[in-house]
Each structure stands twice: as structure tokens, then as C-alpha cells.
């Protein structure tokens, strides 16, 4: 099984205080790898759940061991604030879309704060992990939905060596998408990551905003139709909301993304 535990970790770079849940493979019989988990207040379980039966699967000769380092809210009452802050590029959303977020969550509510939490996590978060625990020198893995898929995004265009596997679930893409893709797309002509995940919920196409999540959805995967460079899949669950589908994809992008072996590449679907 499973050990886990939490603890309270303050950021000099953001200024901040979040909640880092670790989810460690009792009886690990190699290095581990490790993902690193956005939202951890409602996705720790799942991914905990979901690596631990990866490895333990008899299917698999070398089954993967996955450190879980799920990143949450030091205070949740404030877990909506610290998303839109934290998971949001300089000039992700017009600015009518941020005024109608100050008028939900107050006028405490900012965005545009990727590069600092992003800085947090390279520099002061995974360091902290390598000193803890014998883990893999392959690059670690970036699972976010929503919001957390749209950091995911600027993870992969930041061109971070810290990460070569990604799940971008529903991006929280509203406005301006096409300079996401084009970034993207010179991302995957440069290092193209190891392995890609993107998912979304049929649901999603049917209200705003989250339609415009689903419409990003579309554009990332036409990117990566164009290119024979990554191992890739994605899936539009059927039925599913913008929040039910959450749990299925992180799971199924847990499976995928640590799979021992390799997919063929540029197959969405899989």
C-alpha cells in the first residue's frame, strides 16, 4: 500500500503557504518516479489510489513505482484564490472574465502568477523531494485539470526540463487560445515531451465558459495530429462533466503516462 502524509510548506517565491500531500510506494523494488499533482484537496486520493495498482499490476513485468507529491491550498478557504492567482500566465484571461472573478472570490483575487509557481516548484519544491527520497533522474511527471491543465500547458511552453510527461485535462483556455497553440506547437519542435496526455468531458461542449475548455482541448490535440514526435493520447469521455470527468482522466492519465511500456506515438484515443 501506500504511505501517506502532509505537511505545511511556505514559499518565499510566492509568498505563500501550501499543503504538500506525499504518497510514497510502501515496498518500492526501483528508483521512483514522480508525479507531481495539482489540486491535491480533491485529486491526492485518486492519484494515490490509481499509482498504487500500477504498481501492483501482475500485466506489467516491471511495473512503474510513482512518488505522488500532490500540491494544495495551505488554507482552503482560500483554494479558489490561490488557483486563479497560482495556475494563471502574465495575460491569460480578458478582463471581464477576471472582474467576474473578483466579484465571486473578492477583490483578494489575482491572476497571472504562473512564473512564481512554477519558480516554486522547480526551486523549492523538488529539491526538497530529491533530498527526501531515491528518486529516477528521468524528468517527473505535471497532471492538472481545469485551471491546473491551463498550468500544465505553460509548464510544457515554458520549455522546463523538470517535466517530460504531462496531463492537460479541459484547459481553462477563455480568450486569446491562439497564442497557447502557437507556443505549443514550436514547444513540440523543440523537446518534444515523452509522453502526452489531454482529456475532456462531452459535457463540457454544452455551456459557457467550459466550452471554451473543450475547444482547447481540439486545438492541443490538432497540434499534435501534425506531429510523429510524441507518444500521445486523448479521450473525450462521454456523458461526463467539466467536474466528473476530472477523476476519470487523472486516472487515466496516471496509467498512461507511467505505463512501462512505450506507446506508439502521435495515437490519440489509446
Not at 467576474?100 to 529539491?127: H, N, R, W
Amino acid at each position: 500500500m501506500y504511505t501517506k502524509e502532509s505537511f505545511a510548506f511556505g514559499s518565499e517565491l510566492v509568498g505563500d503557504e501550501f499543503r504538500i500531500s506525499l504518497g510514497v510506494p510502501a515496498e518500492p523494488t526501483s528508483k521512483l518516479q514522480v508525479a507531481y499533482v495539482l489540486d491535491a484537496d480533491f485529486t491526492f486520493g485518486t492519484a494515490c489510489d490509481t499509482a498504487y495498482l500500477l504498481g501492483v499490476d501482475t500485466a506489467h513485468t516491471k511495473p512503474p513505482h510513482v512518488l505522488v507529491v500532490g500540491i494544495g491550498s495551505g488554507d482552503p478557504a482560500r483554494l479558489a484564490v490561490q488557483r486563479v492567482r497560482d495556475f494563471t500566465p502574465p495575460d491569460s484571461f480578458p478582463e471581464a472574465w477576471l472582474q467576474s472573478m473578483k466579484e465571486q472570490y473578492g477583490d483578494s483575487c489575482t491572476s497571472g502568477g504562473a512564473d512564481k509557481f512554477l519558480g516554486f516548484i522547480v526551486k523549492e519544491l523538488d529539491p526538497l523531494v530529491k533530498s527526501q527520497f531515491d528518486v529516477s533522474s528521468e524528468p517527473a511527471a505535471i497532471l492538472g485539470h481545469s485551471l491546473g491543465g491551463l498550468f500544465a500547458l505553460y509548464c510544457c511552453i515554458s520549455n522546463v526540463s523538470l517535466f517530460d510527461k504531462y496531463w492537460i485535462g479541459s484547459p481553462a483556455i477563455v480568450g486569446r487560445p491562439g497564442r497557447f497553440l502557437e507556443k505549443f506547437e514550436e514547444f513540440l519542435n523543440v523537446r518534444p515531451p515523452r509522453r502526452m496526455y489531454l482529456s475532456v468531458g462531452s459535457k463540457e461542449r454544452e455551456s459557457k465558459p467550459v466550452k471554451y475548455y473543450a475547444e482547447a482541448y481540439d486545438g492541443l490535440s490538432k497540434v499534435l495530429v501534425k506531429t510523429r514526435s510524441v507518444s500521445w493520447s486523448s479521450d473525450e469521455f462521454g456523458g461526463e462533466t467539466h467536474n466528473s470527468v476530472c477523476s476519470i482522466g487523472l486516472a487515466k492519465a496516471l496509467s498512461f503516462l507511467f505505463r512501462p511500456e512505450a506507446p506508439e506515438r502521435g495515437k490519440p484515443g489509446q
